[in-house]
């Protein structure tokens, strides 16, 4: 039970009589008086002495507590049991006074002297100054009260295997007239006796008593005769309590203190022992207590750590960003959490102490390990992004790709660098070599990545550039085939090859590539060019049939100056045929294989002997020279159409242009009888001789000659209007159908003019040109039913030179 008086006394009862320790007391006893704060600046004081000696009284007006005191008028009974424990006020620094129950009392019997032992070993165990309280009258005697207490207090003594440094001081209660200075050698020579005779352990055989115990003897006056005198004494002595743990002090000498915030456990732990009826061992004690103690602080100052604000605050930002500062703010909170362990487990053993400290930052840095691998992660991300821009951003302001490449990797390492040294954590020697190499692989990763891009974009480039620089090209020769087109596409692929791999050697120089390898890639463009071309020419190969019959049929239907054939029986079919059917073979044989290299083949002369010299070749040989898979002097991978194939081809070329020919030939047939249309000549001397007759009539009558000449004038413009020889030229039916239709129209037309030109005369106007220009006009005009082709038709005719119409003969008569 805690108690409390107006001086700030406060008290508690520690151990009950039935050793029963107050845990509960001790724990809120230390909290009302802060003892946890005092750290070693505390001393522990306790008394003991017989039953009913004035002990309670004693230490009420020493140290102002307020233990129960015996009432004299009640009689000697037992007044405190077990041991009592209160603050003394106004004593500094802060002193514990402990209270035992008497020995010798009646209550516990004569022969239970256990408690005694115990309280008293306990009392030696915790306190730093022990009052004995005794009766001046019982110095000398040999069987004085005091003598028990003596020999128990240095019995148990003997229990603790490296005892404190106690100051033990006698209490001469009820002092007579004989001085002190008498008494006081005559009770150290009893306290030397009971010492000597005290069996002790064999290392302490010789060991002195003031090895052990600090001696001090006071006198007092009897509080009951001469209580103003008592008082006084009383308070002369309670000055040497202050500062008494001070050098030079009651117990400035004292050895093995425990910490005050370690009291109430080590107290609990010194009294179990003792109970368990163990020898105590007070070194191993101060470690336990330090160890318990100093572990409780560290978990103390964790728990603190992990509800900290700053640290949650700080620990939430680095799990979403880079924080500015990281490892200088952590490193602050660290170390003002260790620090506060350090300043409440000063007092602690220093092996303990710093045990546990090295345990308390081990897991302190074992819980902020996270967020500094966050912190790591996030400087790593952000400073491989910001190399990417940096270094998208120098290839696209024209750097070399390698120098480039260089001077950002040693930029934004050395920032990675930086970053990192601001992240490091005081208190830990964390490495971030590993997250460096993590960089050092990603940034490496994308330069090669990138590279490779690079690369392939420039050969993409040039591959193009190749592409179009040749495809069209080939495909041009190809299609004009002749005894140059091979030499002309070597020397285009010399040329464009040369060209790009100029271009493409000067755009690697950036890349800094070594020279294996850039030759290996220039000789791929190479092999890409050649490999336009042949595919290219394969390509053309496949539709060489097509090309074929397009020569032929250009040369065949148009003449040397591209305008079309019109067969009017003059042309040599037979010549024109074989000149583009050796044209289409020519164009054959340029496709029958790849030839880059400028090597002679027979391809040509053999196509020629076994296709178009056929009959020279079978007089020559009876062996056919296209019942073959492959020519002489080409080798296969070069070959594009075999000897076999070549034959099939000709073949069908040959089928699907003889028709054309045919037609060819049809159509002069027919253009030689639509273009003879006189009479033979023994038909025209038949006609003279018998018409001899009516042609002398004619000469002897002028005016049939005018109605003739009139006549043959609106014959030969019916004949202009209606194209008649240009009608029939297309067959004696088509002609005659068309004529159909348009001679009435036409008649009609002739007739409406006559009557115009008839009117005009009337009308006293002269009539313009003679009646074969009147005819001349109708010349292109058109009719009703607004047909234009005639004049069209004699034009064209008139332009190629070969057949000239009515009409045009008829202008240049006139």
């Known amino acids: ?52 000696s004035g002990k309670s009284t004693l230490l009420n007006h020493l140290f102002h507590t307020n233990f129960r005191e015996m009432d004299a008028y009640k009689g000697r009974s037992q007044t405190t049991k077990g041991i009592w424990m209160a603050r003394c006020a106004g004593i500094e620094p802060c002193t514990l006074v402990m209270d035992l129950e008497g020995t010798d009392g009646r209550e516990r019997g004569e022969d239970d002297t256990a408690f005694e032992k115990q309280s008293a070993l306990f009392a030696l165990a915790v306190s730093d100054i022990v009052l004995i309280n005794m009766w001046c009258h ?98 002369s002595l309670r000055q040497r309590f202050f500062h008494s743990i001070a050098p030079g002090g009651l117990a400035g000498d004292r ?65 979403s960003h880079s924080v500015r500062g990281f490892g200088r703010k952590l490193s602050s909170i660290l170390d003002a959490c260790l620090s506060e362990y350090d300043a409440e487990a000063t007092f602690f053993d220093e092996g303990v102490r710093s045990s546990k400290r090295k345990q308390l930052e081990e897991k302190l840095l074992q819980l902020v ?29 024209g750097k070399g790709f390698a120098l480039a490449a260089r001077e950002c990797t040693e930029s934004f390492m050395s920032h990675f660098d930086e970053e990192s040294t601001d992240a490091i954590i005081d208190q830990a020697k964390w490495d971030s070599s590993r997250v460096r190499d993590k960089l050092r ?81 220039v000789l791929r463009l190479k092999d890409y060019a050649r490999g336009v071309v042949e595919a290219k020419t394969k390509e053309e190969a496949g539709r060489v049939l097509s090309r074929m019959k397009d020569r032929f049929s250009t040369l065949f239907s148009h003449d040397q100056d591209s305008m079309p054939r019109i067969w009017t029986g003059k042309e040599d079919i037979r010549a024109i045929t074989k000149t583009a059917r050796s044209a289409s073979l020519k164009l054959l044989s340029v496709m029958a294989a790849v030839r880059l290299e400028d090597e002679g083949d027979s391809i040509d002369k053999t ?27 080409v080798p296969p991978s ?44 023994w038909a025209i001397a038949a006609m003279v001789i018998l018409g001899f007759n009516e042609f002398m009539t004619l000469l002897r009558n002028p005016l049939y ?46 007739l409406k003019r006559l009557a115009e030109e008839g009117q005009g005369m009337a009308s006293g106007q002269q009539p313009q040109g003679n009646p074969a220009l009147a005819a001349k006009s109708f010349r292109g005009s058109t009719n009703d039913n607004g047909d234009v082709s005639t004049s069209t038709t004699s034009e064209v005719t008139s332009e190629n030179g070969t057949e000239y119409s009515s009409s045009s003969l008829h202008d240049k008569r006139q």
């Open 1 to 52: 039970m805690l108690s409390d008086n107006k001086d700030e006394c406060c008290s508690t009862h520690l151990i009950d009589g039935d050793g029963v320790f107050n845990v509960v007391g001790v724990e809120n006893f230390m909290k009302e008086v802060k003892l946890a704060e005092c750290g070693l600046s505390y001393a522990v004081v306790s008394i003991m002495g017989p039953q009913s």
């Open 607 to 633: 196509l020629i002997l076994a296709l178009v010299d056929s009959s020279s070749a079978k007089s020559v040989s009876s062996v056919d020279p296209l019942a073959s898979s492959t020519w002489d002097e």
């Open 138 to 235: 019982d110095i000398g005697r040999e069987q004085a009260a005091n003598k028990p207490l003596l020999k128990t207090v240095f019995q148990v003594m003997m229990r603790l295997f490296s005892p404190r440094k106690t100051t033990l001081m006698f209490v001469i209660r009820d002092k007579t007239r004989t001085p002190l200075e008498n008494l006081e050698p005559v009770l150290r020579e009893d306290i030397q006796k009971i010492w000597d005779s005290v069996p002790k352990p064999q290392a302490h055989k010789e060991t002195p008593l003031s090895e052990f115990f600090n001696v001090e003897v006071v006198a007092l006056s009897s509080f009951e005769e001469k209580e103003e005198q008592f008082k006084e004494q009383v308070a």
């Open 369 to 397: 390990q996270p967020a500094y691998q966050s912190m790591l992660g996030h400087i790593r991300s952000d400073t491989f992004e910001r190399f990417k821009e940096a270094f998208e951003k120098a290839l696209k302001g």
């Open 441 to 521: 692989r990603d940034v490496d990763a994308h330069i090669a990545e990138v590279r490779s891009a690079k690369l392939a974009e420039v050969t993409t480039l040039y591959e193009t550039k190749l592409n179009e620089a040749l495809a069209g090209p080939v495909e041009a020769l190809l299609d004009g085939a002749g005894d140059d087109t091979w030499p002309a596409i070597r020397k285009l692929l010399q040329r464009e090859t040369d060209t790009a791999v100029s271009g493409f050697a000067s755009a690697l120089s950036g890349f800094e590539m070594d020279e294996e390898s850039r030759d290996s890639m």
């Open 705 to 750: 000659l005018g109605f003739i000449f009139v006549a043959y004038l609106l014959f030969k413009a019916l004949w202009v209007q209606l194209d008649i020889s240009g009608e029939f030229r297309n067959g004696v039916l088509p002609g005659l159908l068309s004529l159909s239709t348009k001679f009435v129209p036409t008649i009609m037309n002739l």
């Open 638 to 681: 070069k070959t594009l159409i075999t000897p076999v194939q070549c034959k099939s081809l000709w073949r069908q070329f040959k089928t699907e242009t003889e028709y054309v020919v045919s037609q060819a030939i049809a159509a002069q047939e027919a253009s030689k009888r639509n273009n003879n249309w006189l009479p033979p000549p």
């Open 255 to 319: 050895r093995a203190v425990v910490p005050a915030s370690g009291f109430s456990f080590s107290s609990q732990e010194i009294w179990r022992v003792i109970k368990e009826n163990k020898d105590l061992d007070l070194p191993a004690h101060k470690v336990m207590v330090a160890t318990v103690r100093c572990e409780e602080i560290a978990n103390e100052k964790y728990v603190a750590f992990t509800e900290n604000e700053e640290w949650r605050q700080l620990e939430e930002a680095v799990n």
